[in-house]
């Protein structure tokens, strides 16, 4: 069974940062590609960043473009998301996704096969 595990996620003042980190259990983690979404209250989930299976390629929401950095390391089977400049607005439960296959800049929730519980980011005026 796959299982993605995000964890970092927390309390922080505007303009400070934090990192997410998602562990999967995928055995060929390396041949999927990993991104995250995002769901404020009220909202619809919307996408946030994604990267290819090698990490050659990403792909981010105009919203969070030159503040957050989207990454992955093979040999730990992680994903990670630094964000930096953090804003009220970036207040939203993060989810970490992946979906197999060769890499495209698909933003919709449907397109990605596999989703972690979601971990809390509140960002304080």
């Known amino acids: 069974q796959v299982q993605l595990v995000e964890s970092g996620g927390g309390l922080v003042q505007a303009g400070g940062s934090l990192r997410l980190s998602c562990a999967a259990s995928?055995?060929?983690?390396?041949?999927?590609?990993m991104g995250w979404f995002r769901q404020a209250p009220g909202k619809e989930r919307e996408f946030v960043a994604a990267?290819?299976?090698?990490?050659?390629?990403?792909y981010y929401a105009d919203s969070v473009k030159g503040r957050f950095t989207i990454s992955r390391d093979n040999a730990k089977n992680t994903a990670y998301l630094q964000m930096n400049s953090l804003k009220p607005e970036d207040t939203a439960v993060y989810f970490c996704?992946?979906?197999?296959?060769?890499?495209?800049?698909?933003?919709?929730?449907?397109?990605?096969?596999?989703w972690g519980q979601g971990t809390q980011v509140t960002v304080s005026s």
């Open positions: 996704v992946s979906r197999p296959g060769s890499w495209a800049r698909v933003v919709g929730p449907d397109d990605y096969t596999y």
């Open positions: 990267i290819s299976w090698r990490g050659v390629y990403t």
């Open positions: 995928l055995r060929t983690f390396n041949m999927y590609n």
